[in-house]
């Protein structure tokens, strides 16, 4: 008795399974006739909106200075000096005294008895000023020449080489080091790349 209970329930469970199954495509079908023609099953997926052609701008987010500092140093170099030489017979006495005794003798050859001994005189005192001026102007014209070692101060520097800026682009935020301030925008290839400036 129980063998044909159990029979009848498996009997029973098949033929509503084959029943509902059946119904299942029937709706299946029904709806496949009746969806318009050259209509999918399920609806594409739209493409996304394509991006606008031209240039692309990232916005600056920050512009950092990258300075370069050298530190002053001390150039020196050699100079030739000329100089007046230093005198060393200030009142030019040697000069004087050989005019004079040139002069004297020059005069003494002139004249005779007192002529003569006013020529020697007057011989002496030409003679000792002609040596004395003589003497004075290559004192003045005598010079002397050195090499001087002349040194100064070169102060340091402090300059501007490049800019390390900051972009945001789709969100995205990235770093590139540029040779000039970009200002408030980028052009970016592929918003990767900062390649100008676009201010």
């Known amino acids: 008795m129980n063998r044909l209970k159990i029979s009848v329930l498996n009997a029973g469970l098949g033929a509503a399974l084959v029943f509902g199954l059946s119904a299942c495509n029937r709706d299946a079908n029904a709806d496949v006739a009746n969806a318009p023609a050259g209509a999918a099953a399920s609806q594409p997926i739209a493409p996304p909106p394509a991006e606008p052609a031209g240039p692309k701008y990232a916005r600056v987010v ?99 080489v490049a800019y390390d800026v900051r972009y945001e682009y789709n969100g995205v935020t990235r770093s ?9 925008r980028v052009e970016v290839q592929e918003g990767v790349t900062a390649v100008s400036d676009a201010r």
């Open 62 to 160: 920050s512009v950092d200075p990258v300075r370069e500092t050298t530190e002053g140093r001390r150039e020196c170099h050699d100079e030739v000096v000329t100089r007046r030489a230093p005198v060393k017979d200030q009142h030019q006495i040697a000069g004087t005294a050989i005019g004079a005794v040139a002069g004297g003798l020059l005069g003494n050859q002139i004249g005779g008895g007192k002529g003569r001994t006013l020529a020697t005189v007057a011989g002496a005192v030409g003679g000792g000023y002609a040596g004395h001026e003589i003497q004075e102007r290559r004192q003045e014209t005598n010079t002397v020449t050195s090499t001087v070692r002349k040194c100064s101060s070169v102060p340091g520097s402090d300059k501007i």
């Open 176 to 184: 590139v080091r540029m040779d000039h301030d970009p200002g408030d």
